[in-house]
């Protein structure tokens, strides 16, 4: 692939760009791209011939966990289920997650992100007490030490049913995010009173004016519905802040019609929806000696037909919940386009990596077009045969206009970490 030489102008010949990116229904479309003083601008400067590499934006990641991420080889899971994950979280966050802990492994993590193209990220935190006491202090560190490499931003975790009475028992660690600028999240299982969680819930947001994240139905169980009753609550409440809601399981195994009639409420509602196909792979329809049936994903397409802002994001990285992973967002769209059939079908998907998640976290959602920061993911491939067929580990990032350092971190730097008592 072409260099690109460090200089204050200079003129992308012949890249091959998506065309949602620039605004046409082409799906991809091969062109000159003009860089000045670090952005997007209306002319260039020193030609250099890409010959049709690939450009796409650098990608936002709308759901991680940066908290667990990389704890495998101290904490994996026993049997590679849900509760298997739930459990060896639990007990390894207990016993080994110190401030030094977090942060060196969300710094490993950002790393990783960072080399590989990503400029936004939304990580969510386990929040039970007393780790939102020791976590929070050290993503706020964290955004302030990544300011204009990564865009960062929280949500706090714990499940529906983590406190007997949700309104007095999280309102503590609402306070926390409220402080930290973060947004406040939640597990939904379908507990009988899950109802009233969720206006408890939405009234603690509500009181600090924060954003709201959940976790919801990642689970085959089609009775598991909580995805319909936080858009009943939305409109209800007439609740106008943004929510985003990941996962949505059990949409797949429910009745056809049930579910498109829970999609309407999801639009009508405004809901953000977030995928996150690899680590559903992993988790879900999983029984020893017997081969998965289900993929668990969500239905994209379907949503996205209602218009509804539908993106997809990594998810866990090298922990129980997911034992494998780097935040490679080139990673996602593959296994996404693989896992969700969006390749023969609308030519926007690839927003879903992007500007979509940059939408739903409320960050500037340009990408692109003149003034936007010259932020670029650069690819040897030419076309999406191309560029799906190999791990694009040669791809050159911009940012600001300057190709960056892509070495990625070394696993030994956590080894230090593994050691287990
Ligand atoms: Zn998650």
């Known amino acids: 692939?072409?260099?690109?030489?460090?200089?204050?102008?200079?003129?992308?010949?012949?890249?091959?760009?998506?065309?949602?990116?620039?605004?046409?229904?082409?799906?991809?479309?091969?062109?000159?791209?003009?860089?000045?003083?670090?952005?997007?601008?209306?002319?260039?400067?020193?030609?250099?011939?890409?010959?049709?590499?690939?450009?796409?934006?650098?990608?936002?990641?709308?759901?991680?966990?940066?908290?667990?991420?990389?704890?495998?080889?101290?904490?994996?899971?026993?049997?590679?289920?849900?509760?298997?994950?739930?459990?060896?979280?639990?007990?390894?966050?207990?016993?080994?997650?110190?401030?030094?802990?977090?942060?060196?492994?969300?710094?490993?993590?950002?790393?990783?992100?960072?080399?590989?193209?990503?400029?936004?990220?939304?990580?969510?935190?386990?929040?039970?007490?007393?780790q939102d006491g020791i976590s929070w202090p050290v993503f706020a560190e964290m955004r302030e030490k990544w300011v204009g490499r990564i865009d960062l931003q929280a949500a706090s975790l714990v499940g529906c049913d983590s406190f007997d009475n949700l309104a007095k028992d999280y309102a503590p660690t609402a306070n926390i995010v409220a402080q930290h600028g973060g947004a406040l999240g939640m597990v939904t299982y379908p507990v009988p009173d899950v109802k009233q969680r969720l206006t408890d819930f939405f009234t603690l947001a509500g009181d600090r004016d924060l954003e709201v994240d959940f976790h919801s139905d990642e689970t085959m169980d089609p009775e598991s519905e909580t995805l319909r009753l936080i858009a009943e609550t939305v409109l209800e409440t007439g609740w106008d802040r943004p929510v985003t809601v990941g996962h949505c399981c059990s949409l797949s195994t429910q009745d056809e019609a049930r579910a498109m009639n829970t999609l309407d409420l999801v639009a009508k509602a405004g809901l953000n929806i977030v995928s996150l196909p690899m680590c559903n792979l992993y988790l879900q329809d999983r029984h020893a000696g017997r081969t998965p049936r289900g993929r668990g994903i969500t239905l994209v397409h379907e949503m996205k037909a209602r218009g509804i802002n539908v993106s997809f994001a990594s998810d866990n990285t090298r922990d129980p919940f997911y034992a494998f992973g780097d935040l490679d967002m080139i990673e996602v769209m593959r296994q996404a386009t693989r896992i969700g059939h969006l390749d023969h079908s609308d030519t926007d998907w690839p927003k879903a990596f992007t500007s979509n998640?940059?939408?739903?976290?409320?960050?500037?959602?340009?990408?692109?077009?003149?003034?936007?920061?010259?932020?670029?993911?650069?690819?040897?491939?030419?076309?999406?045969?191309?560029?799906?067929?190999?791990?694009?580990?040669?791809?050159?990032v911009l940012r600001n206009g300057v190709k960056i350092d892509t070495t990625l971190p070394d696993y030994k730097d956590l080894d230090h970490l593994m050691e287990t008592a």
């Open 1 to 130: 692939m072409q260099d690109i030489p460090a200089t204050d102008a200079f003129t992308l010949m012949n890249v091959t760009i998506p065309g949602c990116f620039l605004g046409r229904p082409e799906d991809l479309i091969t062109t000159h791209l003009h860089i000045r003083d670090g952005k997007i601008a209306d002319t260039g400067g020193i030609q250099i011939d890409m010959n049709r590499a690939m450009v796409l934006p650098c990608f936002t990641d709308m759901h991680t966990h940066l908290d667990k991420g990389h704890i495998w080889p101290r904490a994996s899971n026993p049997d590679g289920t849900f509760l298997g994950a739930l459990t060896a979280v639990g007990d390894d966050r207990s016993a080994n997650w110190s401030a030094t802990d977090v942060a060196t492994r969300m710094e490993f993590a950002l790393k990783c992100a960072y080399a590989h193209g990503t400029k936004a990220i939304r990580t969510h935190l386990d929040s039970i007490p007393p």
């Open 357 to 396: 998640p940059s939408k739903a976290m409320s960050i500037d959602s340009s990408f692109l077009t003149p003034g936007a920061p010259a932020d670029l993911v650069i690819c040897s491939a030419r076309d999406w045969t191309e560029l799906y067929s190999r791990p694009q580990a040669d791809r050159m």
